[in-house]
């Protein structure tokens, strides 16, 4: 059963005519998945959240955290973390006392080992006595994170956990989200749009854009272009890339291939690789490299988020 669950969520602020921040979202979360939620800035990534948290009721569809609805169940709130883009840290208190008073809020028991050992795993144990206010942002982060999850959550939430930080503070923010989820086996929702970070922590991905998810699937999948598959075969000659587009392209065959220059950009997998360098072969003509090439994160991501119009 899905731990987070949305089905056709729709969220619009200002009165029934108001444009959908959210329209129709579908997603379902496994337990002990590092799900990956992209979007450009204004995609609708953090009211998703805060739905998803029960902060914000959707104004349609259905919302469900452990088979609950977030937003009328407190009990929910134990098995959560949380750490948003601006963690909320008391700039008064020090590290140990915002971590102590975490920990009384959520009833942990023995918090001062629990304490100790966030402290050391988010790498911040001898500053556990400055103030917050003297912290930078990368420290403050580190210890939003260790904040989020004094309780020992189930699910963790996590809102551009990297944002505004420098290379180094965010290379130690994602080391520390990757022994989080190897080690601790926390459900984790990343909101982001850094795409290396997701690439590195998710296993799956959907990609938000103006509101609706354009693309849910394994990175591993999107990279090599969903179910279907692309193959580039280069030829001698422009003249026998355009021979070759009439015989793949014959009944039976390929329906989707295209000559660019000397090169022909075959889609589907109506045959294999192995049948079209035969075909090609066979027919006489001189193949100078066949290639089946992977798109990277970006590539899929641009591609998805890219409307005509769109700013890029």
């Known amino acids: 059963m899905a731990v987070v669950e949305a089905i056709d969520l729709t969220k619009k602020f200002g009165g029934k005519h108001a ?106 144990p001898e500053v556990r006595d400055k103030k917050v206010g003297t912290f930078s942002t990368g420290m403050k982060r580190k210890l939003g994170l260790a904040r989020a999850i004094v309780h020992d959550p189930e699910v963790l939430f996590l809102d551009e956990p990297s944002a505004g930080l420098d290379p180094e503070a965010q290379l130690m923010v994602r080391k520390l989200l990757q022994e989080l989820a190897a080690t601790r086996r926390i459900t984790v929702f990343l909101n982001s749009h850094h795409l290396d970070e997701v690439q590195r922590l998710c296993s799956r991905i959907a990609v938000l854009h103006r509101g609706r998810i354009r693309a849910c699937d394994t990175i591993e999948s999107l990279r090599h272009g969903g179910a279907e598959e692309r193959l580039e075969v280069r030829l001698r000659t422009d003249a026998q890339a355009l021979q070759a587009v009439e015989l793949l392209a014959a009944p039976g065959r390929l329906g989707n291939v295209v000559a660019d220059g000397d090169t022909v950009i075959a889609r589907g997998n109506g045959m294999s690789t192995p049948g079209i360098v035969s075909l090609l072969v066979h027919a006489g003509l001189e193949i100078e490299e066949v290639t089946r090439p992977i798109k990277s994160l970006e590539d899929v991501y641009f591609e998805i988020v890219r409307d005509e119009g769109d700013p890029v």
């Open 19 to 124: 444009l959908p921040v959210l329209d129709g979202i579908n997603i379902a979360i496994e337990p002990g998945e590092v799900f990956g939620y992209l979007g450009p800035n204004g995609a609708g990534k953090t009211t998703t959240i805060r739905v998803l948290l029960g902060l914000l009721r959707p104004s349609s569809g259905t919302v469900r955290v452990f088979g609950e609805d977030p937003a009328a169940c407190d009990s929910l709130r134990r098995r959560l973390g949380v750490l948003m883009e601006n963690s909320g840290l008391d700039d008064r208190m020090t590290a140990l006392q915002s971590l102590q008073f975490h920990a009384r809020l959520y009833g942990v028991a023995s918090p001062d080992r629990r304490i100790d050992e966030l402290l050391d795993f988010v790498g911040l």
